[in-house]
């Protein structure tokens, strides 16, 4: 596991920066009842036009993780565990005010140059190539019983 978290804190991040582009359409159905009366429903609907993504770089950037290290406590190592799971988060954050400022115009401008019709939804997420949220590391060579069984 230590190989694999330094193999992270030496990749760097990027932002994935991504719009849609919809209008919405209404549209009536209408139903005769068993009374004799005729209900009708106005239905709304996403139309999607265009779809774009871009990838946001920093070209200067540092892992600012601190220390890993697993607990090595005896409850956490004993002999009958196998396996531990590790629950990762990834942050990504700006190292002062005009980097931030910098990724905010970067943003806008791609929504401006994206946008194609009346309503835009905007998603963003941080990505780090190799980087997993849950991860299963053996912490022992220990194998339970039933492992070695054949049904």
């Not at 919405?24 to 209408?30: A, G, I, N």
């Not at 531990?84 to 970067?106: H, K, M, P």
């Not at 019709?117 to 194998?143: A, K, M, P, S």
Request: charged fraction near 30%.
């Amino acid at each position: 596991i230590y190989e694999y978290m330094e193999s992270l804190f030496y990749t760097p991040g990027y932002i994935i920066m991504e719009v849609k582009c919809f209008h919405e359409e209404k549209r009536f159905d209408t139903s005769a009842k068993s009374d004799g009366r005729i209900e009708m429903k106005a239905i709304k609907s996403k139309k999607y036009s265009n779809h774009a993504k871009q990838k946001f770089r920093y070209v200067s950037w540092k892992d600012a993780s601190g220390v890993f290290a697993l607990d090595s406590s005896a409850e956490m190592l004993s002999p009958k565990k196998t396996f531990l799971q590790l629950s990762l988060g990834l942050v990504i954050e700006f190292a002062n005010d005009r980097t931030e400022q910098d990724f905010y115009l970067e943003k806008e401008n791609f929504i401006a140059v994206n946008k194609t019709d009346t309503e835009v939804e905007y998603i963003q997420r941080n990505e780090l190539n190799g980087f997993q949220e849950h991860n299963l590391v053996r912490i022992t060579d220990y194998q339970p019983s039933v492992f070695g069984k054949s049904w």
